[in-house]
């Protein structure tokens, strides 16, 4: 079975501020990584996925995550935040044929 | 393409009523989950079907139900409503069974009072 630790609950940073928030898994098979994020009221959105390959992947708005094997984490960041970043920030794990597996959360609150 | 599709979008029940929550996945996906999303418990998975048939289960009581139909839209059930099963229900959809990839709704929020 698959766990995902979130680390920080909730992250206040001024705009323009870098920005990292950290996920940590645990997982006994070979698993893809994601993180999603939430705006008030919405949905999930799909932010970025590491499948294989390179382990930096990036989204289009300028956030990235690494997967770190050896550590068994997959951090996101940013090095520059908007006011329109704030939001909750899930980080997921799916390994085989198992169901996806989120953490708890990361409210990120970016001030002026 | 359209996206994932749930309704209603807010909801609100008496306890003891029953609750029927529909999601219809983007064109083409054969895969729909279920989740359940509340401030203490964060993001529980309640079950996935494939194929009009159910192929992964969470652990939430029996009083939770879904099925899914041959066009792939899902419907979840919720009997004997209690005060705590007021969330947002979120259902995803993908291409087929477990591949990565899943798509979300913007989601239904039961209230029960």
């Known amino acids: 079975a698959q766990s995902v630790t979130q680390l920080d609950s909730q992250v206040p940073v001024f705009e323009e501020a870098p920005v990292e928030l950290r996920c940590n898994y645990s997982s006994s098979v070979s698993v893809y990584l994601f993180w999603y994020v939430q705006y008030p009221n919405q949905g999930l959105q799909l932010l970025l996925k590491?499948?294989?390959?390179?382990?930096l992947v990036e989204s289009i708005n300028g956030f990235e995550a690494e997967f770190n094997k050896s550590q068994t984490s997959f951090h996101l960041r940013k090095p520059s935040v908007h006011i329109s970043d704030t939001a909750e920030y899930f980080c997921?794990?799916?390994?085989?044929?198992?169901?996806?597996?989120f953490g708890k959360g990361t409210k990120l609150t970016v001030n002026p | 393409k359209a996206g994932v599709t749930q309704t209603p979008r807010y909801l609100i029940k008496t306890r003891g009523q029953q609750v029927t929550l529909s999601c219809s996945p983007i064109s083409g996906h054969r895969s729909v989950s279920w989740y359940q999303q509340t401030p203490g418990q964060g993001l529980q998975f309640l079950f996935e079907?494939?194929?009009?048939?159910?192929?992964n289960k969470g652990n939430f009581p029996g009083r939770f139900s879904g099925r899914q139909f041959s066009n792939s839209r899902s419907e979840m059930n919720v009997s004997t409503l209690e005060l705590g099963d007021s969330a947002l229900y979120l259902c995803?959809?993908?291409?087929?069974?477990?591949?990565?990839?899943?798509?979300f709704g913007q989601g239904t929020r039961l209230t029960v009072v």
């Open positions: 079907y494939f194929s009009e048939t159910q192929r």
């Open positions: 590491y499948l294989s390959g390179s382990t």
């Open positions: 995803a959809s993908s291409l087929a069974l477990s591949t990565w990839g899943k798509f």
């Open positions: 997921a794990v799916q390994g085989g044929s198992e169901k996806l597996v």
